[in-house]
């Protein structure tokens, strides 16, 4: 018997994903955006989500389409703005999806918190701004900082380059971005890879993401790319 | 409070002049992320010979300039989510780390745009108070970062000064701003108020003054 | 207050048998930290096809065990300092990814060897008070851990309880430990006090009680 | 005009090293500790130093040797006991030199803070504990941590495997350890390689210290293995 994370069926991989299950999505814009697992998300029917990620999805394809399908409760984002965002303008602009925004840094040190096992943390980010309101202040060497808490999440979607079975995980360039913090902080990582290699293969200097923070891998060989779909019209489901 | 005060505006430096202007002011070897736009102009300018690392938030150090239409890689984008090169001796890393380069004051220089600047540095440049909220990086940006330009122009389109004694908009980062680039003139924030470093040849001092609301000095 | 209660020491289980116990108790596919010394002892018993992978906190994933003499690398050690290897799928790390593993809750077990353990799970294992105070790894280990294993013998050389009613050593953590593994029986943490699951056969329930500072059950 | 941060003067290296300063030193045991550039130290002579590190030193070498020459004011570590450390536990029992005891995670967390730009944060680490004494604490979800801060240095001395003339480091297996965080915990990061290489033949993909948080380097080809130079009985100076 061995350790193998690698699982064949998307429903199999996402058959426990739940009603009102908070989900981490990684991916900066298109680059790391995991849409094969989006899409199996939608075919799920998962409701009541709340999202974190740092955008709030493309078109109506991937996590604009997840949105589109009124699966999300809330987004919990850096930056919900986006030229070719569709969905969630529409159901933000009807009061039908809540958002709570967080400065993008803010955003990522509170996932790694979560899988450091901080609960929180202080931050001069946001000092002095609206999105301090409400934050517990304290002085560091007579400098004012806010408190962070740690952000948890259910489940993390994740997009990566290559894995191997043990849920060791290697990224391609910028395409890195949210998905390793987000593999830490989520109580189940679930992993979309274009390549799956042998342990022996594995370079220990040169994992990123350990299989430890690895639940579940499955292959997508040629994913989707976000902008071309877009450019084509596409449309899930 | 702010009001209109400039009905006929008078026309300063071009944005690339202003671009020239901060890459003048960039140390060799110093770590600088240049903000989505016009700031982005700036890397075109550095000249004798130094070499400036350019650092992009969503995980890449040592940024080069767009690719050809051949060399375009949709996994390689910089944080305005277009796509870029990496230079050699440039690296990769995951947001946490990036932003612990900025939030931990390892990013020299940023550049910025700007609704409002006052007169202590604050900044307003992430909100107008209506439409989706959506902060980005500008936040940690001006926070973390050694020291934040702002390049902007001096008046917004209905002539209305951008650098005030108060913004009125929702802040970026209180105190934060320590040189101004506009097309009328490059400004230090100081305890006596926006100091001129360098007036356009087309302004005089009091005509700076009165497009600005807030005590400006030579 | 603990006193000498055992004039004579009966022998019980081997620290090989004990290592056995711990072994059976891993599920397949668990990571773990197996403290230095007796603990390291653990790995050898792994039966039943089960697949662990071992962690050490100085930033390998995957340990293996100690090379061959001629294998020998310094810079591949673990957190004993003693020459180990990588196995297949293994990874490296620096200290504070490795002990986000550990601290944000992802190791599965340790298991830890103990000079005092309370029966509400307190353990004392890092300082007798004396000498020069020296923590290690000993007290991030208890804290995120999601199972803490303490593998000890049941009285200390001079015949003393070590599970105790109240530690009387510095603490590594509060209401930590959720089981025992003793030479004379195998324990768990409870509301009532000790709770044996396994008693070796040389011992008595009453033995037990009387060798053990603290309401012992089955 | 390019970037190089590569040096090849020791004295150079450490010219503005000065007494009262705060060094971090890499390395756990004697995997990636930095032992020429201690003894680089030794001959700079600065005093009444802070030290932090993992360990205290073991023989005459390398740490060992800088606290032998009493240049140590203090040594904030997780860990002073060693069966090869002579100096430190001299010095120690006789009150000439001071000890903050940090748990190894703890320690390790509040470095990399120091480079993440975070004053302080919440752990649940030493709670209940004498090394909790004094701080303050603070319940999250109903479970009590405690406050701790950042922790800055002067200098990092650090070992690496491989640089480039940007400051990109690469490091050897387990020699990795503290080194990465010491390296962006630190004003002034000095780092000693075995091997230099051409930033063409740098991956962007593998490097573990982007060259931002490096500020000098110098290459050791072939550094003193401490416990080799222990059981020859190597002094330093």
């Not at chain 1, 910028?174 to 109580?187: D, E, L, Q, Y």
């Given at each position: 018997m061995k350790i193998n994370k690698i699982m064949n069926e998307m429903s199999d991989l996402l058959s426990d994903v739940f009603d009102g299950a908070t989900?981490?999505?990684?991916?900066?814009?298109?680059?790391?955006?995991?849409?094969?697992?989006?899409?199996?998300?939608?075919?799920?029917?998962?409701?009541?989500?709340?999202?974190?990620?740092?955008?709030?999805?493309?078109?109506?394809?991937?996590?604009g389409a997840l949105i589109g399908q009124n699966q999300v409760k809330k987004v919990i984002c850096s930056f919900a703005r986006s030229a070719k965002g569709i969905t969630f303008p529409e159901l933000y602009a009807k009061g039908k999806i809540e958002l709570e925004v967080v400065p993008q840094g803010t955003l990522a040190?509170?996932?790694?918190?979560?899988?450091?096992?901080?609960?929180?943390?202080?931050?001069?980010?946001?000092?002095?701004?609206?999105?301090?309101?409400?934050?517990?202040?304290?002085?560091?060497?007579g400098k004012k900082y806010i408190l962070e808490n740690a952000l948890h999440a259910d489940?993390?979607?994740?997009?990566?380059?290559?894995?191997?079975?043990?849920?060791?995980?290697?990224?391609?360039?910028?395409?890195?971005?949210?998905?390793?913090?987000?593999?830490?902080?989520?109580?189940?990582?679930?992993?979309?890879?274009?390549?799956?290699?042998?342990?022996?293969?594995?370079?220990?200097?040169?994992?990123?993401?350990?299989?430890?923070?690895?639940?579940?891998?499955?292959?997508?060989?040629?994913?989707?790319?976000?902008?071309?779909?877009?450019?084509?019209?596409?449309?899930y489901p | 409070m702010k009001k209109i005060i400039a009905l006929e505006i008078i026309s300063g430096w071009d944005r690339n002049t202003i671009a020239s202007k901060i890459a003048k002011d960039l140390p060799h070897?110093?770590?600088?992320?240049?903000?989505?736009?016009?700031?982005?102009?700036v890397s075109q300018y550095i000249e004798g010979g130094r070499e400036?690392?350019?650092?992009?938030?969503?995980?890449?150090?040592?940024m080069g300039p767009p690719p050809q239409e051949n060399e375009i890689d949709l996994d390689l984008i910089n944080a305005g989510k277009k796509p870029v090169t990496i230079l050699p001796g440039g690296s990769f890393c995951h947001h946490a780390d990036s932003f612990s380069m900025i939030r931990g004051g390892h990013i020299d220089y940023c550049v910025l745009g700007a609704m409002e600047v006052s007169i202590k540095g604050d900044l307003a440049n992430w909100s107008t108070g209506t439409g989706i909220p959506a902060v980005?990086?500008?936040?940690?940006?001006?926070?973390?970062?050694?020291?934040?330009?702002?390049?902007?122009?001096?008046?917004?389109?209905?002539?209305?000064?951008?650098?005030?004694?108060?913004?009125?908009?929702?802040?970026?980062?209180?105190?934060?701003?320590s040189r101004?680039?506009?097309?009328?003139?490059?400004?230090?924030?100081?305890?006596?108020g926006f100091k001129v470093l360098e007036l356009n040849e087309n302004i005089t001092l009091d005509y700076l003054q009165m497009v600005t609301d807030g005590n400006v000095y030579q």
């Open positions: 989900i981490m999505i990684g991916g900066f814009g298109e680059a790391g955006s995991p849409i094969e697992l989006l899409h199996g998300l939608i075919d799920n029917g998962a409701k009541n989500l709340t999202i974190i990620a740092n955008n709030a999805g493309n078109g109506r394809v991937g996590l040190e509170r996932i790694r918190a979560a899988g450091a096992g901080i609960p929180g943390f202080y931050t001069a980010t946001g000092v002095g701004t609206p999105l301090a309101e409400g934050k517990e202040e304290k002085l560091f060497n489940f993390a979607f994740v997009k990566a380059d290559v894995a191997d079975r043990y849920g060791n995980l290697t990224y391609n360039k910028t395409a890195r971005n949210f998905n390793p913090i987000m593999c830490m902080a989520a109580k189940q990582s679930i992993v979309q890879v274009r390549n799956i290699i042998d342990p022996k293969d594995t370079d220990p200097e040169q994992v990123v993401t350990p299989g430890i923070f690895v639940n579940r891998i499955i292959k997508i060989e040629n994913p989707i790319i976000e902008s071309k779909a877009i450019a084509e019209g596409a449309v | 070897g110093s770590y600088v992320n240049l903000g989505i736009g016009m700031p982005e102009l400036i690392v350019y650092h992009s938030e969503n995980g890449l150090l040592g980005g990086g500008a936040m940690d940006l001006v926070a973390g970062s050694k020291h934040v330009f702002v390049m902007t122009q001096h008046l917004t389109k209905e002539g209305e000064p951008k650098l005030v004694k108060q913004c009125s908009l929702p802040l970026t980062g209180a105190s934060v701003v101004i680039y506009s097309d009328y003139a490059t400004l230090d924030i100081t305890d006596k």
